[in-house]
């Protein structure tokens, strides 16, 4: 009997651990949202003012964005500086490596279709597609923020009763 | 018959009811309904040999 509350137990917090889990990933996927439309604008007003060349610029904003977004710029700014390709490929093959952040697939290809813009326009068009993008970041947010607090809610009821569920249908 | 199926079934009704609601409170109607009917069929599962038992026993009583 004490061997099947134990694992009753340990059913329900594991179940509520996960629960726990999957109602934190919206709130993950919009902090990482948050950040790159940050580093998104710091590309914007570098642009806009010419300071740094493009691969001066994106080495600049790694220092200054949290992982896993540091590492994505740092590996375009080197790979620009040592000519592996046009920055479109470069850009792409940087933006499938965020495959380790929060963000999902749309997001990622709505971060890969500023690369085909970036250095081969104007200034102007460049930062009409950077302000694209961060509209779309801005529209994905206000969604995510109405959603989050539903699916947390949602999962970490889901988490304790699922685990309620299964112990009593082991029992 | 031992009880306790009476006490699991009631327990399983409680919770799919309540997953239910959680699930209907998220706007995820189609999940909802899929819970309950995972909650039926696990419950038919529990009393289908009791069901036959019933039967038999009617049958017996009859001599059908």
Redesign the interface.
């Known amino acids: 009997m004490i061997l099947q509350i134990a694992g009753g137990a340990t059913i329900v917090v594991a179940t509520s651990l996960l629960g726990w889990h999957f109602g934190g990933l919206g709130a993950k996927r919009a902090r990482d949202l948050l950040e790159f439309k940050k580093s998104l604008i710091m590309l914007k007003s570098q642009i806009d003012y010419t300071i740094y060349t493009l691969p001066q610029a994106f080495l600049h904003i790694s220092e200054r964005v949290v992982p896993p977004f540091d590492i994505f710029y740092t590996k375009i700014s080197q790979e620009l500086e040592d000519s592996r390709g046009d920055i479109s490929t470069i850009w792409g093959q940087a933006v499938s490596r965020l495959r380790f952040s929060y963000l999902h697939k749309n997001d990622m290809d709505n971060i890969a279709l500023l690369g085909t813009s970036l250095g081969l326009a104007d200034v102007d068009v460049q930062i009409n597609s950077i302000d694209m993008v961060i509209t779309t970041i801005d529209d994905t947010l206000t969604k995510l923020g109405v959603q989050n607090a539903?699916?947390a809610?949602?999962y970490r009821?889901?988490g304790v009763?699922?685990g309620?569920?299964i112990t009593?249908?082991l029992? | 018959m031992d009880i306790t199926v009476v006490f699991?079934i009631a327990?399983?009704g409680i919770?799919?009811a309540?997953?239910n609601q959680?699930?209907k409170?998220?706007?995820?109607d189609d999940q909802a309904t899929m819970t309950t009917l995972a909650?039926l069929i696990?419950v038919l599962f529990w009393i289908i040999s009791h069901i036959s038992d019933l039967f038999g026993t009617v049958q017996n009583l009859f001599q059908l």
């Open positions: 539903k699916d809610k949602m009821g889901l009763v699922a309620l569920l009593i249908v029992l | 699991q327990a399983v919770l799919v309540v997953l959680v699930l409170g998220a706007g995820r909650g696990v």
